[in-house]
């Protein structure tokens, strides 16, 4: 009987309405009890995590993340891409259709389940296409790859132009009931280098306005509203704070809030594109890192509950990809290992929000919105995962110690406080940064991102 009592922790279970010192029991995959225990040693095979002067959440979740495989195995694979989001303290992810081929028929959706199983460590969730080859023409395999699991859909990397199109997007996916993820970009207004303006001028570089995504946020709840508002529909990685305001009035009303979300991811909250004044590729971002403005009103869509979900869109790109003048390398960084201190920087240590709201933007939000059934909370009976976090731990994030493949971190080398210092997964620790920590059982667990890295390639 396969049992783990983590004690002596601060439990914050936003999804149940719990914030308290106390014990954790997760037996054979699921959690067993919440509440003091009084001999957690009794039992013959079970182990004992003390989480002292820790924070014990739920298993983070991060919906939105590439991980490459099938086609792009040279940058991330579902393995790789696993073992770094158990790095960073997740345990479920969702990833992004944008693979070659794409996910856009129901053979690929459970590939990605099987690739997942095997390596064995984070739950991996995929997003089917919204079109078939990301082409924005003609509508995927929606009720076939719903049907073999696919917890949303995503052109992800390319906003569906056509307004016929979405339309018809709306309609199909609300009878599967799951949500629609829009990578929100006007394809003839988007795909600069940077953020337009004076700065991209005087940098010699393409510009790329705001207004390219706030007009394709604008249409498609516009669209949602014309047919009922019958459709989920999810805004990512937001990056104007015009784009905020829009958010803001469709929530306004029961049905807005409803069916209207968005996310917003790390760099977008901590970075300007002050940045790319250096010419450092690693700042190159989709979208692009916008001005101080929009910083803070993104950070005020949080305070306000306009934005219900962080998600990392951890982006793996090989240095030959990244190594290139600032208008050829690709879009994007990694997110995954890094992304729990700086979301910790960005609002919890600038006062905007505590621990508790912090928490549920990163586990049952994120849950419910992917109908991910059993994750996002520690309910008696909801399935074993568990991050323990450290919110005192000072660190340097280190791209060359990465458990990813990839190395294109704009924050390598940066001081950090606050680490996920234990991942639980089914009740197995797959990780344990202080493995003096544990008590009881083999003791073989991986006591690094290296470690786990190792371990899905060997």
């Known amino acids: 009987m396969a049992r783990l009592t983590i004690i002596n922790g601060r439990v914050i279970d936003p999804g149940n309405g719990i914030d308290e010192q106390t014990d954790l029991v997760l037996e054979d995959g699921l959690v067993a009890s919440l509440g003091k225990v009084s001999k957690p040693q009794a039992y013959t095979e079970s182990r004992v995590l003390d989480a002292s002067g820790c924070i014990v959440s739920p298993g983070l979740i991060d919906i939105h993340v590439h991980f ?92 569906v132009a056509s307004a016929g199109v979405m339309a018809k997007a709306l309609s199909y996916i609300a009878m599967t009931g799951k949500v629609l993820m829009q990578h929100c970009e006007d394809p003839e207004l988007g795909g600069g280098s940077m953020n337009a303006g004076a700065l991209a001028t005087r940098l010699g570089l393409a510009g790329w306005p705001r207004v390219a995504e706030e007009l394709m946020i604008q249409r498609d709840i516009m669209l949602n509203r014309a047919q009922g508002s019958k459709t989920r529909y999810h805004v990512q990685h937001l990056s104007s704070g015009g784009s905020v305001e829009l958010i803001r009035r469709a929530r306004a009303d029961k049905a807005g809030r409803a069916t209207i979300t968005a996310e917003a991811s790390p760099h977008h909250l901590l970075l300007t594109e002050d940045r790319c004044a250096t010419y450092d590729p690693n700042y190159k971002m989709n979208p692009p890192l916008r001005g101080q403005r929009d910083v803070d009103e993104l950070i005020e869509g949080i305070k306000d509950g306009t934005i219900t979900v962080l998600a990392t869109d951890h982006a793996p790109h090989t240095l030959e990809e990244k190594q290139l003048e600032f208008t050829a390398a690709a879009y994007g960084i990694l997110g995954l290992e890094c992304a729990l201190p700086l979301y910790k920087k960005a609002l919890i240590d600038s006062g905007a929000i505590g621990w508790p709201k912090l928490i549920a933007m990163m586990t049952v939000n994120g849950a419910e919105l992917c109908d991910l059934t059993g994750k996002g909370r520690l309910s008696v009976g909801s399935h074993a995962d568990v991050t323990i976090i450290d919110p005192d731990h000072a660190w340097t994030i280190e791209a060359d110690k990465f458990a990813s493949k990839s190395r294109n971190c704009p924050f390598d080398g940066q001081d950090v406080t606050g680490r996920a210092i234990a991942t639980v997964v089914g009740g197995d620790i797959k990780l344990a940064l202080d493995s003096g920590r544990v008590k009881g059982g083999d003791g073989n667990v991986c006591d690094s991102p290296q470690g786990l890295l190792q371990a899905v390639t060997a």
């Open 68 to 159: 490459r495989e099938p086609g792009q195995e040279e940058k991330e694979t579902i393995a790789t891409g696993a073992a770094a989001a158990v790095a960073g303290g997740f345990t479920s992810v969702c990833c992004m259709p944008n693979t070659s081929p794409a996910l856009d028929d129901d053979s690929r959706i459970e590939f990605v389940y099987r690739q997942a199983q095997r390596a064995g460590l984070a739950n991996v969730y995929p997003v089917g296409a919204i079109t078939k080859g990301r082409d924005g023409k003609e509508l995927a395999e929606i009720a076939l790859m719903a049907a073999s699991g696919a917890v949303g859909f995503s052109d992800d990397g390319i906003g």
